[in-house]
Every structure is written in C-alpha cells, then in structure tokens.
C-alpha cells in the first residue's frame, strides 16, 4: 500500500483556471505538508497541518489555499492559476506528537503545468 | 538563520567508485535535525537518514555513510562502490528545533546534486 498518494500525477491546464491537488497518508501521522519543487530542484515548503489545523504559512499568494477535512488528507487547491505556478507540488506526512524532529514521507509529486 | 548549502551542483562517476557529496548547513539553535533525501529520475523523494545535533556518531547502511562534523557544520554523505542505481539528486536538509510548532517541522533543502553514476 503507498504511505502517502497524491492524484492527479500530471496536471496540465490553461491559465486562469482553478485546479485541486488531493493528498492522503495512511501511515497515521499528525502532521501533512505541502511543499513547491520547481524547475531548477528546488524545494520550499508551502503549508503545513496537524490534525486540520494549518500551522504553517509560508509567503504563498492567496490563490493557494489547502483545506484539511481530516488528518489523513490534505488538499491544495489553486485559483487563477499562472505560468509561474508550473511546478511538481509535493505531499509529505510526518509524525507530530512528542518532541524530536521526524522524519516526513513524500508522496511521488503532482507535476502542474500552466499553459 | 537556517541554511543549506550543497555546493556540488553535479557530479559525475563512474561505477564502483567510491563518491562524497558534501553538505554544509548554517543554524543559530542548538538543537537541530539534518536529514538527507535521495530524488530518483522517476521523480520520488525517498528518505535516507535523520541526525540529530547531539549525535555525532557516523552511520553506515550498507554502501552508504554519513559523516557529522559540528566543528565545520557539514553532514556529508559518502557512497561508496557507486552503482548506476544511485543516480538521482541528493538533497540535505535542516529542521530546527525552535521552528517546530505545534507539531510540524519546517524543513529548509539544500539546492541539491545530481549525481551521475556512468556504467
């Protein structure tokens, strides 16, 4: 069983319209997170949740909005989307109780493409 | 600030020799988590270790190794026989224990190095 899916894989789409990402984990973390790869590797964390509530926020523009409906699954759902919002968006899950820094699982990445 | 700097951009092998891709990470805290993940051309990130700063012992897995040095602030990662399965991009990343809020971990990447290994 995959620990942590994303769909849809590739997502290609014009500018200007809205699109979603859908992300689940059934390792049963508390914690889910979205992070931005973009064309030169690099990776930025974009949001991060534990048990639906949004801890993290990065400088992201407000077309982005990620909605928990429960701790297993994190959405991200994007507005007016621009050519700049090409990228692959990854999906990742880590434990959040106790102290410590854990390790987070990544999902195998949505690649959006904005034409 | 935190930051990590993987200043191997590429590097190329060829198999079975031995390869050390370096990683050297900027922090205030001193409590802190140094982790590297491996990027397959097929576009995954797979987690390979965790360190946390009070652990400076080195590790080995197999054909890997990591070396921890807090003196220089580097966690390089060493594969050695080098195989043509370990191609794939490399990063290190660095969690501090004063970003964690309420649970979630802000992890700040290295740019990365593509390592090539050539048959």
């Known amino acids: 069983d995959t620990a942590v899916s994303q769909t849809p894989k590739y997502l290609v789409t014009q500018m200007g319209n809205d699109k979603s990402i859908k992300c689940e984990q059934n390792l049963g973390h508390d914690t889910m997170y979205w992070y931005k790869q973009d064309s030169k590797k690099f990776l930025k964390i974009m949001f991060s949740y534990n048990n639906k509530e949004l801890i993290i926020n990065e400088t992201v523009p407000n077309r982005f909005s990620p909605k928990s409906p429960d701790k297993a699954h994190l959405n991200l759902h994007i507005n007016s989307l621009e050519l700049g919002d090409s990228a692959v968006y990854f999906c990742a899950s880590s434990q959040g109780r106790g102290t410590g820094s854990y390790e987070q699982y990544f999902g195998p990445g949505t690649r959006l493409t904005v034409t | 600030a935190q930051k990590v700097t993987q200043a191997q951009t590429e590097i190329s092998v060829v198999e079975k020799e031995d390869v050390t891709l370096d990683c050297v990470y900027e922090?205030?805290?001193?409590?802190?988590?140094l982790f590297w993940y491996k990027q397959p051309p097929s576009g995954e990130l797979v987690f390979l270790i965790r360190?946390?700063?009070?652990?400076?012992q080195n590790e080995i897995s197999g054909r890997y190794s990591w070396n921890f040095q807090k003196s220089t602030s580097s966690f390089n990662f060493t594969i050695t026989a080098s195989q043509v399965v370990d191609s794939a991009v490399y990063f290190c990343?660095?969690?501090?224990?004063?970003?964690?809020?309420?649970?979630?971990?802000?992890?700040?990447f290295g740019q990365g190095t593509r390592l090539t290994i050539n048959p």
């Open positions: 922090t205030r805290d001193t409590t802190y988590y």
């Open positions: 360190r946390n700063s009070f652990d400076e």
């Open positions: 990343a660095l969690s501090e224990a004063q970003r964690r809020v309420q649970g979630a971990q802000k992890l700040v």
